[in-house]
């Protein structure tokens, strides 16, 4: 089975942005990591510790 997979960034860490007035704006709330699962295989996947 063929699968796309996807994790948030936690919203604490999206950093606000938008000169005079900066807001959290609906990019940075859908900022994150994807990547495809096929038959237990895992593709374009980043290492745990590139993330942090």
Do not use: N
Not at 12 to 17: N, Q, T, Y
Not at 24 to 34: A, E, K
């Amino acid at each position: 089975m063929f699968r796309i997979e996807f994790e948030l960034r936690p919203t604490a860490e999206v950093p606000p942005w938008g000169g005079d007035r900066p807001s959290l704006h609906w990019f940075g709330l859908t900022s994150g990591w994807y990547w495809f699962s096929v038959q237990g295989c895992e593709f374009l996947r980043y290492r745990d510790e590139v993330v942090r």
